[in-house]
Nanobody
Framework: QVQLVESGGGLVQPGGSLSLSCGAS????????QGWYRQASGKERELVATMNSGGSINYADSVKGRFTISRADTKNTVYLQMNSLKPEDTAVYYCNWRGYYSDYSAPVPRVFDSWGQGTQVTVSS
């Protein structure tokens, strides 16, 4: 299977910036989509930004123009640059990757849909 590890996050004042990163371990065969989601206290998890294998990007309206999703050329790390942060951006942020991994006991690659452990982002003065 594929395991994701996130880093970054923390406490920042309104208007400040933070950067998150997400790396993976496991025998990834191909990636379909990589993205970031967040869940504020008492609310459902919501999409922040996604990037598909072809590089097409989708942002939530609430973060357009402020957040940027990107990835390393090898696709083995995904980043989320967050600028002009607002208190309403406070949440636990999760990375999510979907694709196929090599299972040597199987004749064909298997589907995976993996989540990181989550990292807290708090925007407060």
């Amino acid at each position: 299977q594929v395991q994701l590890v996130e880093s970054g996050g923390g406490l920042v004042q309104p208007g400040g910036s933070l950067s998150l990163s997400c790396g993976a371990s496991g025998s990834i065969y191909s990636i379909v989509q990589q993205g970031w989601y967040r869940q504020a206290s008492g609310k459902e998890r919501e999409l922040v930004a996604t990037m598909n294998s072809g590089g097409s990007i989708n942002y939530a309206d609430s973060v357009k123009g402020r957040f940027t999703i990107s990835r390393a050329d090898t696709k083995n790390t995904v980043y989320l640059q967050m600028n002009s942060l607002k208190p309403e951006d406070t949440a636990v942020y999760y990375c999510n990757w979907r694709g196929y991994y090599s299972d040597y006991s199987a004749p064909v690659p298997r589907v995976f849909d993996s989540w990181g452990q989550g990292t807290q982002v708090t925007v407060s003065s």
